[in-house]
């Protein structure tokens, strides 16, 4: 059994002052729906490609870290999504995690309007 959190470390890992959600709220609900069998995320997977060396970052780089922060938010919402995932999940809890990744997107998606070009090259990287 592999723990739900593993769905979502990026998402916690990309929590960035550029753009301040209520990660710990989406947390607590991915904490709540305990573990599930981890061949079943195997098809689900996907590499962001982050640095993980610490360093200054500056404007521009916070800007694209909210659009990576967007696009990796949008495919846990899109998993959770599933008809699978109701069959797997609680429905109420999966509802309650739904409706704080669809508030988290809303205000990503306000921050990232600001910067359209920024968006495509995101997508075009992906």
């Excluded at 989406?26 to 993980?52: A, G, N, V, Y």
């Excluded at 404007?59 to 599933?82: A, D, E, K, R, V």
């Excluded at 999940?89 to 669809?102: E, M, Q, R, V």
Aim: a negative charge; proline letters at 5%.
């Amino acid at each position: 059994m592999a723990k739900i959190y593993l769905l979502v470390a990026g998402v916690m890992f990309c929590s960035i002052p550029a753009c301040p959600l209520d990660n710990k709220e989406i947390f607590i609900h991915l904490r709540q729906m305990k573990t599930i069998p981890s061949q079943s995320c195997l098809e689900h997977r996907h590499d962001f490609k982050f640095p993980w060396k610490r360093e200054n970052i500056s404007p521009i780089q916070m800007t694209q870290g909210t659009c990576y922060h967007q696009l990796m938010l949008q495919q846990i919402f899109n998993l959770f999504t599933m008809e699978s995932s109701y069959a797997t999940w609680n429905n109420t809890l999966l509802d309650k995690l739904l409706s704080s990744l669809g508030q988290s997107l809303e205000q990503l998606e306000e921050v990232t309007l600001d910067f359209p070009d920024l968006e495509i090259t995101v997508w075009e990287y992906f």
